[in-house]
């Protein structure tokens, strides 16, 4: 027995002229055709929608806050995934400071956040992160 696995490793040469650089490569993961996901998926961007709408009937009825009933939502997106969404809002134009804003959306989050879970068909809730843009002036 090991006078044949001495000259099988003794004539180990490759069944090829020379090497290329997808050699040792298993060829069922060189050859799959599998497209990367795609950011803009549509199942995505339907929860983002139903997520937006969700939102804008939580802030304008729900959050008993004077200064978040003034908010408006410009945008809900997948970031990077289903499972976390950027919140685009715009606070008002006499508000105090974007960071009060920020600091009352962040103590209003459990109510948004359950909010979005009652109106969505999914088993976990998806995290929210709000991003708060000053409305802009309109020129005269």
Same mark, same amino acid.
């Given at each position: ?14 069944p090829c002229d020379e090497l ?25 961007h339907q929860l983002a929608a139903?997520? &937006?709408?969700?939102?804008?009937? &939580?802030?304008?009825?729900?959050c008993r806050d004077p200064l ?73």
């Open positions: 027995m090991s006078f044949d696995w001495n000259r099988r490793c003794r004539n180990n040469q490759p290329g650089p997808d050699d040792g490569i298993d060829p069922r993961i060189l050859f799959r055709n599998e497209q990367p996901r795609s950011r803009n998926d549509r199942k995505n139903q997520a &937006a709408r969700a939102l804008q009937f &939580a802030l304008g009825g729900v978040l009933q003034q908010l408006d939502v410009v945008s809900v997106e997948p970031a990077p995934d289903a499972r976390r969404l950027r919140v685009i809002v715009h606070a008002p134009s006499d508000a105090d400071s974007i960071d009060d804003v920020r600091a009352r959306l962040e103590r209003a989050h459990g109510v948004l956040r359950s909010a979005v879970a009652q109106a969505i068909r999914r088993r976990k809730a998806p995290e929210l992160i709000f991003d708060v843009l000053p409305r802009a002036e309109p020129s005269s």
